[in-house]
């Protein structure tokens, strides 16, 4: 019996996994914050709740550290038989993740401590959806990711919902949750495709596998359905009903939680399936790509031209942004990894600049206590200081020079026409246009702060919480910085050096 178990032990079932703990650090630190604020929520009085948002926003710039350390390090790292990847694209997600969900924290603590919610549930949700927005950016198999993007949107579902006493809060929950199931079904059955045709869940095994020149029926079905259900992630239409009313519906902090940090995990999974698993088959994710950038570029901006509320006009000017950062995916047939540096570049800046828009969208809302675009009437005579710093972030979302979504801009479109094709031409096109027709909706806004009077005449200052005030700080700096300094530029740099490493 001895002699059995002896053997048994050194079979392969026995082996120890290939974990390498400081790769794993960030996320160990993540799961030790959660531990934290569950803890501290046990036991500290009602009274005293107000340390959870500093242990949560603590936890998450703590969990920075490792990334840099990791990123001084320079070896690209491997787990799980190359299942989970440590390399330099998944270290510069992991970065953005951390940092905006800092931005979130900030954004949250007023508006959940004066709302009378649950603090220690809200934070636990929250920082466990970024825990696996972390793990997203390293999968490299069809398991660890599909894992990772329920991690994500179980909780986000929650959040989405969290105003229960609201009927648009309710409704933004059940939209949210009942088109994420649909969503997340048709990705497992495309999934299940993928792992029937290569016999295997990791990504390069699949690349393998599709790399044949004959397209089976199968092929084109389990890619389609891939991209199916990752466009509900991020939006993309025919598959955005839900972002609206949801936007709307949920607390501000979580509205600028899903249209920035979940659409970004979406893209980076998405990414990462085109490139890494099925980079040969562009003759069936191009002209689907193709389309739905074209009509999420361009519904999103002509419905976004008819909103009043501005919220809603963020979530369809949100839509159309997806639109743009899915056109150089389309062109990846074409240039390869090359795209990938657009993609990460537009994200990076996408980030800075809608989260200090949803900041601003908070401030103001906390004197007027309205979402309308009227109630931004006059907001230069009574606080110049939003006012200018909403200007910032809505016209580098519209891409003016010298703000950093220009740079966006310009990379996506550049992207696209180095595709070299007659309809990659036709794509950029498309985003021209578009991008001269989301001025139209950005400028009303403008329009509304500096030259309308104020709404009832009143010129009471606004009071800017401390956490607000530095959420919109480090969003000005990134939104400032990446277009007004000429060597910020170099983040196309580190662009290029992060998606270099992909898949290797």
């Not at 002699?3 to 160990?28: G, K, M, N, T, Y």
């Not at 690349?207 to 397209?215: H, I, K, N």
Request: glycine letters at 10%; one cysteine or more.
């Amino acid at each position: 019996m001895l002699a059995q178990l002896a053997l048994l032990a050194q079979s392969d079932a026995f082996v120890r996994p290939d974990i390498d703990w400081h790769a794993l650090a960030p996320e160990l630190v993540l799961v030790g914050t959660i531990c934290a604020v569950l803890l501290a929520d046990l036991f500290l009085p009602e009274g005293n709740k107000g340390v959870l948002p500093s242990l949560a926003g603590l936890g998450l710039l703590g969990a920075t550290i490792p990334v840099l350390t990791l990123a001084v390090d320079g070896a690209d790292r491997s787990m799980f038989h190359g299942a989970y990847v440590v390399d330099n694209f998944s270290l510069l997600f992991k970065a953005v993740f951390l940092v905006a969900g800092y931005v979130v924290v900030l954004l949250s603590t007023n508006y959940i401590a004066e709302g009378d919610y649950a603090e220690g549930e809200y934070y636990f949700l929250l920082l466990s959806s970024i825990l696996g927005m972390t793990v997203i950016a390293s999968g490299r198999d069809l398991v660890s990711i599909f894992v990772a993007l329920e991690l994500l949107s179980v909780p986000a579902y929650l959040l989405a919902g969290w105003r229960k006493t609201d009927v648009k809060g309710n409704e933004a929950g059940a939209k949210y949750y009942l088109m994420g199931v649909f969503a997340t079904g048709v990705l497992l059955y495309g999934m299940s495709l993928l792992y029937g045709v290569a016999g295997s869940t990791l990504l390069t095994n699949i690349d393998d596998a599709l790399s044949e020149p004959d397209t089976l029926p199968i092929i084109t079905m389990a890619v389609v359905f891939c991209i199916v259900g990752f466009a509900f992630k991020v939006s993309a239409v025919p598959f955005h009903t839900w972002a609206p009313d949801t936007y709307e519906g949920a607390p501000t902090p979580i509205t600028a939680f899903l249209s920035v940090l979940s659409k970004a995990a979406g893209f980076v999974a998405l990414a990462v399936l085109i490139l890494v698993a099925f980079p040969e088959r562009g003759d069936v994710f191009a002209p689907f790509l193709w389309v739905l950038a074209t009509l999420t570029m361009t519904v999103g901006n002509v419905v976004a031209l008819r909103q009043t509320n501005i919220v809603r006009m963020l979530a369809y000017s949100g839509i159309s942004q997806a639109g743009f950062i899915m056109a150089p995916l389309a062109v990846a047939g074409e240039i390869g990894r090359d795209s990938l540096d657009a993609v990460v570049t537009y994200l990076v800046i996408y980030a800075a600049m809608n989260l200090g828009a949803f900041a601003v969208v908070m401030a103001v809302a906390r004197k007027t206590g309205s979402g309308e675009i009227a109630s931004f009437g006059g907001l230069f005579e009574y606080a110049p200081g939003l006012a200018g710093l909403m200007g910032v972030f809505l016209f580098s979302l519209a891409g003016i020079p010298p703000l950093a979504g220009w740079l966006a801009k310009f990379t996506a479109f550049k992207a696209v026409v180095d595709g070299g094709t007659w309809w990659a031409y036709a794509l950029a096109v498309v985003m021209a246009v578009n991008s001269v027709l989301a001025l139209a909706y950005y400028a009303r806004v403008g329009r509304a702060m500096f030259m309308e009077p104020v709404p009832d005449d009143d010129r009471t200052p606004v009071r800017v919480p401390v956490s607000i005030a530095a959420a919109l700080a480090i969003c000005a700096l990134v939104t400032l910085t990446f277009g007004v300094v000429p060597w910020a530029t170099d983040l196309g740099d580190m662009a290029t050096l992060a998606t270099r490493a992909l898949g290797t």
